[in-house]
């Protein structure tokens, strides 16, 4: 007497659950990746962000410092920032005035002041395709010479406050400006700063 086996392949109905089970552990193995990029690109970009914010402070108050307290002034931009002007001592030795005690300032002045970025206009729309919206640039200006110290500034953030006392010769600035940057998701992502700068040649 001989026992015959028959061979069962899969049925349609047992291909169609595994095949769902296997779609649904790859899209989440994805998510679970895709999400730990993104959080790992976004820490780097926070982190870039925050280190520009300190480099252009950094700039700003090495600077600030050396100025002149009595030709300090700040003034009110259309942007709703404000801009900064002020003398720095001439370089090199002719820079002291040993008979007056004090130092040679130069003749042209430094001003710290804001501009739309490139392909930007002050007109509440993102016009450069970048996620923000009439964002501006910090400009170095020194005669005819202007540098820009930073791109990405928010708008109405950048101030400098002088004081004490109420009036010059000032005896410190404080700067303040917050920095936006859009993520890969398109998220702002932002940064503030401060300083507070003691002026040296009272």
Do not use: C, K
């Not at 300032?105 to 002050?122: C, F, K, M």
């Not at 009036?167 to 998701?185: C, N």
């Amino acid at each position: 007497m001989t026992s015959r086996h028959r061979r069962r392949g899969f049925t349609f109905l047992e291909m169609a659950i595994a095949l769902a089970i296997f779609v649904i552990t790859l899209t989440a193995v994805y998510m679970v990746f895709s999400a730990g990029q993104s959080t790992y690109t976004t820490g780097i970009t926070r982190q870039e962000l925050d280190n520009q914010v300190r480099l252009v402070l950094d700039e700003m108050t090495n600077e600030i410092r050396q100025a002149n307290p009595a030709t300090l002034q700040v003034a009110a931009l259309a942007s709703g920032d404000q801009s900064l002007t002020f003398f720095l001592p001439v370089e090199g030795a002719a820079g002291f005035d040993p008979a007056a005690g004090r130092p040679n300032w130069q003749a042209a002045p430094i001003q710290y002041v804001t501009e739309p970025s490139e392909g930007e206009l002050d007109n509440g729309l993102d016009d450069n395709n970048n996620g923000l919206t009439d964002e501006r640039r910090i400009v170095r200006v020194a005669g005819a010479q202007r540098v820009v110290m930073t791109d990405f500034l928010r708008e109405g953030t950048l101030a400098f406050t002088l004081g004490p006392p109420a009036g010059p010769p000032f005896q410190s600035v404080r700067v303040t400006l917050t920095l936006d940057y859009p993520d890969q998701r398109s998220r702002i992502l932002s940064a503030n700063g401060a300083s507070e700068v003691s002026l040296r040649n009272q």
